[in-house]
């Protein structure tokens, strides 16, 4: 589930990299300043994905966390949540500045709304969307959650290995 997770969250990020490119040719963080205002959907998007990857509640990326780190402590590896919180922190870290330079840097810059083209902004919206979507209900659609936890349970009880050819395991 986390692959999924992590997957829906970091394409809705370079999907905005290449949307913010291909409407500005910009590439230095500090030109983003006051783009959020300009870029609505992009930097929304972008702030969805960004929160996802810190592992915020109501984004996907809270359950999948959540969940390896239930599994952490279950096992009695108490390192791996520690190392699970400080991966989200410093997501958190690295990813708040570009946020809130894009919506609240140049104040007197002046922007009017000016997204890329559809072709390039609906892709974003879309996995943003599901970033959120499935932060909300983890068994939409394809039932990714159930899914992982039926193999995650396969594995525990041996079940898996025993399923392969031999020479794959």
Same mark, same amino acid.
């Given at each position: 589930f986390h692959i999924v997770a992590h997957g829906f969250m970091k394409i809705t990020l370079f999907f905005c990299a290449g949307a913010i490119y291909v409407k500005t040719h910009k590439l230095d963080i500090p030109d983003l300043d006051g783009l959020g205002r300009q870029m609505p959907i992009t930097f929304g998007a972008f702030t969805i994905g960004a929160l996802g990857l810190a592992g915020t509640p109501l984004c996907v990326g809270f359950i999948s966390k959540w969940n390896l780190g239930l599994g952490a402590l279950q096992d009695g590896h108490a390192l791996f949540l520690i190392v699970l919180v %400080? =991966?989200?922190?410093?997501?958190?870290?690295?990813?708040?500045?570009? %946020?809130?330079r894009a919506f609240f840097g140049n104040p007197e810059q002046t922007f009017t709304f000016d997204e890329a083209p559809v072709t390039v902004?609906?892709?974003?919206?879309?996995?943003?969307?599901? =970033?959120?979507?499935l932060g909300v209900y983890p068994n939409l659609g394809a039932s990714a959650y159930d899914l992982a936890w039926q193999a995650a349970e396969r594995v525990l009880a041996g079940e898996a290995s025993a399923s392969l050819p031999r020479g794959l395991y």
């Open positions: %400080v =991966s989200g922190l410093l997501n958190f870290a690295y990813f708040f500045p570009i %946020v809130y902004w609906l892709p974003l919206a879309l996995t943003a969307i599901v =970033s959120i979507m």
